[in-house]
């Protein structure tokens, strides 16, 4: 676990978290962008694993089955260092998670986006550190 990782996550971590539950995926790709592009230690990774599930799903919503399958697998290859916790994020359930919508995404195929089953966007867990 990087040292990072038992910080208390940023405001902008919190906010970006708080519109991607909420299903505003354009809206946390503008906020976690800022968040990751100011952050440089290794943490960012973090951030831009979150934010490209967030893409994901804007792809989702606008068909483009491409860049959602895309951003699902680059969104989970920078998530996984950072399993099972980081900065109070459930890592590895978001991951659980992202995999599931990217079966589904799969599944569905190019022309079948329309069918998404939207109880399976993500949903980002804050829990506390242990102790």
Not at 37 to 47: K, S, T
């Amino acid at each position: 676990m990087c040292p990072e990782c038992r910080e208390a996550p940023p405001d902008l971590l919190l906010r970006g978290i708080a519109e991607l539950n909420g299903g505003a995926y354009f809206e946390q790709h503008e906020i976690l962008e800022d968040l990751w592009r100011a952050e440089r230690r290794e943490v960012r990774r973090l951030y831009q694993g979150i934010l490209q599930i967030g893409v994901a799903l804007h792809h989702v919503r606008n068909r483009n089955h491409h860049g959602a399958v895309y951003m699902l697998q680059r969104g989970m290859l920078y998530l996984r260092p950072f399993s099972p916790r980081c900065q109070s994020v459930d890592v590895a359930d978001l991951l659980a998670q992202a995999a599931r919508i990217l079966a589904a995404v799969e599944d569905l195929g190019p022309t079948g986006l329309d069918r998404f089953d939207w109880t399976l966007a993500p949903h980002v867990r804050l829990i506390a550190p242990p102790g």
